[in-house]
C-alpha cells in the first residue's frame, strides 16, 4: 500500500507562489507516474501536471508556463511550484501516483493523498 502526504498550501496573494510537496512511502519511487490534480468547490476534481522523469512531463492548459512539476527519487517526493498565482488556482491540490506512464485522468491513478488547500486572494 502506498501512502502520498502533501504539504505546502496555503494561503496566498494573487501573483504570488506556493511550491506543494508530495512525499510517497514508496520503494520503487522513480519508475512511477506521479500527478498532480485539484478540485474547487463545487466542480470536478481536474488535472494539473504529471511526471514520471525530469523530461517526461505534462501540464494542463491553464497551468501551462506557471506551474512546474519535478521529482526527487532520492526522497521519494515530487513538488509542484506554483508561480503568477491566480484566484481560479484555489482548491484542494491532490498528489497522485500509478505505476507506468503519465496519465491525465484520475481513474488512472491507483493512489491518492489526503489533499491540501490552496487559496489565491484578489
Known amino acids: 500500500q502506498v501512502q502520498l502526504v502533501e504539504s505546502g498550501g496555503g494561503l496566498v496573494q494573487a501573483g504570488g507562489s506556493l511550491r506543494l510537496s508530495c512525499t510517497a512511502s514508496?520503494?520503487?519511487?522513480?519508475?512511477?507516474?506521479m500527478g498532480w490534480f485539484r478540485q474547487a468547490p463545487g466542480k470536478e476534481r481536474e488535472f494539473v501536471a504529471t511526471?514520471?522523469?525530469?523530461?517526461?512531463?505534462y501540464y494542463a492548459d491553464s497551468v501551462k508556463d506557471r506551474f512546474t512539476i519535478s521529482k526527487n527519487n532520492g526522497k521519494n517526493t515530487v513538488y509542484l511550484q506554483m508561480n503568477s498565482l491566480k484566484p481560479e488556482d484555489t482548491a484542494i491540490y491532490y498528489c497522485?501516483?500509478?505505476?507506468?506512464?503519465?496519465?491525465?485522468?484520475?481513474?488512472?491513478?491507483?493512489?491518492w493523498g489526503q489533499g491540501t488547500q490552496v487559496t489565491v486572494s484578489s
Open positions: 497522485a501516483a500509478r505505476s507506468g506512464f503519465i496519465a491525465t485522468m484520475a481513474g488512472a491513478y491507483d493512489y
Open positions: 514508496v520503494g520503487s519511487f522513480s519508475n512511477n507516474a
Open positions: 511526471i514520471v522523469r525530469d523530461e517526461d512531463t
